[in-house]
C-alpha cells in the first residue's frame, strides 16, 4: 500500500496518449500512473473519451485503483480548474479527500 491509498486525485489531461515510439506521451497520464503506483484512486479528466477509456482501463488492471473518466476541459469551464474540482467533488465524490495537481 501506497502513501495515497484511501485518497482521491484529481488530473487534468490524465488521457493515455501513445508516441508513435511505444512511449506514453501524455505528462497527465504519467502524473496519473504516479498517484495510482502510490494507490491513489483517480478522477481523470480530458478531452478525448477514448483515451480517458483507454487509461482507466489500464490503471484499473495494473494498479487495482477505481478510476472515474470525466470528458471535460478545464479551461472552458468559467471558473477554471477550481471550478472543475468543486463541480467533481459536489457530484462524483462527495466526502473523500481530494489532492490537487
Known amino acids: 500500500m501506497g502513501f495515497l491509498t484511501g485518497k482521491t486525485a484529481i488530473i487534468t489531461g490524465g488521457g493515455r496518449s501513445v508516441l508513435s515510439d511505444g512511449r506514453c506521451g501524455s ?3 504519467g ?5 495510482a503506483k502510490e494507490g491513489a484512486n483517480l478522477v481523470i479528466t480530458g478531452r ?7 487509461a482507466k ?11 472515474l473518466a470525466v470528458q471535460a476541459d478545464a479551461q472552458d469551464h468559467p471558473l477554471g480548474i477550481p471550478g ?3 463541480f467533481l ?6 466526502n473523500r ?3 490537487q495537481r
Do not use: C, F, M, S
Not at 89 to 94: C, F, K, R, T, Y
Open 27 to 29: 505528462i497527465g497520464y
Open 31 to 35: 502524473i496519473a500512473t504516479a498517484y
Open 48 to 54: 478525448n473519451v477514448k483515451k480517458l477509456e483507454d
Open 57 to 67: 482501463e489500464e490503471l484499473e488492471r495494473l494498479y487495482g485503483i477505481k478510476v
Open 84 to 86: 472543475v474540482i468543486g
Open 89 to 94: 467533488h459536489g457530484h462524483h465524490i462527495q
Open 97 to 99: 479527500p481530494v489532492v
